[in-house]
């Protein structure tokens, strides 16, 4: 068994890593430029949301306030009518990107910390590279990865935009396992 506290220098360089990594695909490459689309006639879209002073959160619509109201006539009647959206709303402004990156890197780190944790737990100092690779590699894309699956299952996000991102998930878990492989206690 190997405490977290030995593997601080792991979980950092795995996130410093991934976090490199996530900058190329995201921003680099035009891996990830077709998960969202341009809606028709955007402005006019935005003019008339803009009325309504919607505050920051999330939203469905139609929406019901209670499961049974799902059956009712007037709620299958709108859901046939459409549109059938979910919704994020944020708060107006410049577009800004350093608390988002903190916000990620700090998950990264998250992740790394529960990698390291049951990675150690499971394994002892002087454990293969392999060994290490294979366990700290599955632990991380677990936390990268599977989370995302069912916002296409139940909120109807593209299925080839989570393929992507579970794509990016074994990227990030397979980097984590190679720093962890790499600098594991001997």
Do not use: C
């Not at 593997?7 to 976090?19: D, Q």
């Not at 959206?85 to 700090?106: E, I, N």
């Not at 599955?138 to 936390?143: D, E, N, Q, S």
């Amino acid at each position: 068994m190997v405490p977290v506290t030995s593997l601080w220098l792991p979980i950092l360089v795995a996130s410093v890593i991934v976090f490199v990594a996530s900058f190329i695909l995201h921003m680099v490459l035009p891996w990830h430029r077709s998960d969202y689309r341009r809606l028709p006639s955007e402005d006019e879209v935005m003019e008339s949301l803009r009325r309504f002073n919607i505050a920051p959160g999330d939203y469905a619509m139609p929406s019901v306030s209670e499961p049974k109201e799902m059956s009712s006539p007037a709620f299958i009647e709108k859901m046939k009518r459409g549109p059938v959206a979910f919704l994020t709303f944020r708060k107006p402004g410049p577009p800004t990107m350093a608390p988002s990156l903190a916000q990620w890197f700090v998950f990264t780190v998250v992740v790394g910390v529960f990698a390291a944790y049951l990675t150690g737990r499971a394994l002892g100092p002087g454990t293969t590279y392999l060994g290490v690779f294979r366990f700290a590699g599955t632990t991380a894309y677990l936390g990268y990865g599977l989370a995302m699956i069912p916002n296409s299952i139940w909120m109807g996000r593209q299925w080839s935009s989570t393929l992507r991102s579970q794509v990016d998930a074994l990227i990030y878990g397979l980097l984590t396992a190679g720093a962890f492989g790499w600098l594991w206690p001997r």
